[in-house]
């Protein structure tokens, strides 16, 4: 084996792949293919942002939109807060420097938040040595994600949240109704349901980047007043939340944000 | 690699002028230049990845589906194309979370029997088949390191930088890959 060189080695596989490339006609095809994805996808995105125009107010609309938001809110409470007043200062301040006025803010994840993560990722760590895969908490359920063997040298840490979010024809600002929090290994596939929600079930695949963007392949699949359905691949700059789903039914909108942070070395102390 | 006739960098706009000219206006055909410069580069990656055309095809899409969505977050702190590699290689980890690779079994037969040359005109059907083999049996960090430095001319540091580790680790892994692929076809480069 050692007398072959390298460069022998590697002309036979350039040789090799340039056979495999796919001819022009292909390729047209599928820049042809990806601009009408893009174009479907933009004027998607402009349908959101039309939806988010001030509409007609209904009072119907707007006494089911306040029973649907009280009913799942009330699920929200029993939870451990997630907007202490600190946390949400710190988003705040985060939300102003992005100048963005349609974000979510409790999809943020405050910097307090994440060092309560990390910590928890650490103990975890610690008591579970080599086999911490991941970690859910969602109303007071609480999941823990163990692999069934020891991982040489863990990843690196990233937590997610979902936001799911609901206006009603008469509010003037969207609700939080319920979160879903994740502290996930890079790569590392979460597949779980909930005691909570009958039916209910999510999956992610997370990857940091090394230029520090995040991407994460999510399915969830949740039930309430309207079933949630959402298959989402994103690329996410850490800490910027992104709509990936949005609904509306009797005149109650429903979205669904989403947002990711890198736990880093700071984090994790 | 044997890029036909299509131009690797079309008259005109740089990357840089591209994205902004893109962000500025949405304009399709601004995008779909963009798109036209890169998809052969990404697609030259993802197919030795995956080793099947449809495959091949569906993640290419998924990659610029995710770079256009993730425009915004491109600091350009590194070259365009580079950024691009990244999100294909990562759209390549997230389909094997999903569907990990098949495993060649290692008693396969690789029929070595044929006595051509490494050089590009004697390349016929079977050592084609030996050499899919052979990268079906790189695990696909191993793998990853021959597509993105051997077939695809990047440097390790630029390597390392898609792969999110060191260069030192990107050296280790070609290293690793060439023996084994050296083991594996031997017969054709003796």
């Given at each position: 084996v050692t007398d072959i060189r390298d460069d022998e080695l590697d002309v036979l596989m350039r040789d090799w792949a340039a056979r495999q490339a796919a001819p022009d006609r292909k390729l047209d095809d599928l820049v042809h293919r990806i601009g009408e994805r893009l174009t479907d996808m933009r004027e998607s995105d402009d349908v959101v942002k039309a939806r988010r125009q001030?509409?007609?107010?209904?009072?119907?609309?707007?006494?089911?939109?306040?029973?649907?938001?009280?009913?799942?809110?009330?699920?929200?409470?029993?939870?451990?807060p997630f907007n202490s007043s600190v946390s949400l200062e710190t988003n705040d301040a985060?939300?102003?420097?992005?100048?963005?006025?349609?974000?979510?803010?409790?999809?943020?994840?405050?910097?307090?938040?994440?060092?309560?993560?990390?910590?928890?990722?650490?103990?975890?760590?610690?008591?579970?040595?080599?086999?911490?895969?991941?970690?859910?908490?969602?109303?007071?359920?609480?999941?823990?994600?163990?692999?069934?063997?020891?991982?040489?040298?863990?990843?690196?840490?990233?937590?997610?949240?979902?936001?799911?979010?609901?206006?009603?024809?008469?509010?003037?600002?969207?609700?939080?109704?319920?979160?879903?929090?994740?502290?996930?290994?890079?790569?590392?596939?979460?597949?779980?349901?909930?005691?909570?929600?009958?039916?209910?079930?999510?999956?992610?695949?997370?990857?940091?980047?090394?230029d520090g963007m995040i991407s994460v392949d999510s399915e969830l699949v949740l039930s309430g007043p309207v079933p949630i359905r959402v298959s989402s691949n994103r690329l996410l700059s850490s800490g910027a939340p992104a709509e990936i789903w949005q609904s509306e039914r009797d005149g109650v909108k429903y979205r669904v944000y989403q947002a990711a942070e890198i736990l880093e070395n700071e984090h994790l102390g | 690699m044997e890029q036909r006739s299509r131009p690797e960098k079309p008259l005109g706009a740089t990357d840089s002028e591209l994205i902004s000219a893109f962000r500025g206006s949405g304009d399709r055909s601004v995008l779909d230049a963009l798109v036209r410069r890169h998809i052969g580069r990404v697609r030259a990656v993802i197919y030795p990845m995956v080793l099947d055309d449809t495959l091949a095809d569906d993640l290419t899409q998924d990659t610029f589906f995710r770079a256009v969505r993730g425009l915004d977050g491109f600091r350009q702190d590194s070259e365009f194309s580079t950024w691009l590699c990244s999100i294909a290689m990562n759209c390549v980890r997230s389909y094997f979370s999903r569907r990990p690779p098949p495993v060649a079994s290692l008693d396969a037969t690789l029929n070595l029997s044929i006595n051509e040359r490494p050089d590009s005109a004697a390349i016929g059907q079977e050592l084609s088949d030996t050499i899919r083999r052979a990268l079906e049996r790189l695990s696909p960090k191993l793998r990853s390191a021959i597509v993105l430095i051997s077939l695809n001319g990047l440097d390790a540091s630029q390597a390392a930088a898609v792969e999110g580790c060191t260069a030192a680790t990107m050296h280790s892994r070609l290293h690793e890959a060439r023996a084994q692929l050296k083991r594996i076809l031997k017969a054709h480069l003796s």
């Open positions: 001030p509409s007609r107010r209904n009072l119907r609309w707007a006494v089911a939109g306040g029973a649907i938001a009280a009913s799942i809110a009330v699920l929200i409470y029993v939870v451990r985060r939300h102003a420097n992005r100048g963005n006025a349609d974000i979510s803010i409790p999809s943020l994840i405050g910097d307090l938040e994440l060092s309560e993560k990390a910590r928890l990722a650490r103990e975890l760590q610690q008591e579970f040595p080599g086999r911490f895969a991941w970690l859910m908490e969602t109303g007071n359920e609480m999941k823990l994600g163990l692999s069934e063997d020891e991982r040489a040298r863990p990843s690196r840490f990233v937590a997610v949240r979902y936001v799911i979010e609901t206006q009603g024809p008469d509010d003037r600002v969207w609700k939080a109704v319920r979160t879903l929090d994740f502290v996930t290994q890079s790569e590392e596939t979460v597949q779980t349901s909930f005691a909570s929600n009958h039916g209910a079930s999510v999956a992610i695949w997370t990857y940091t980047m090394p | -």
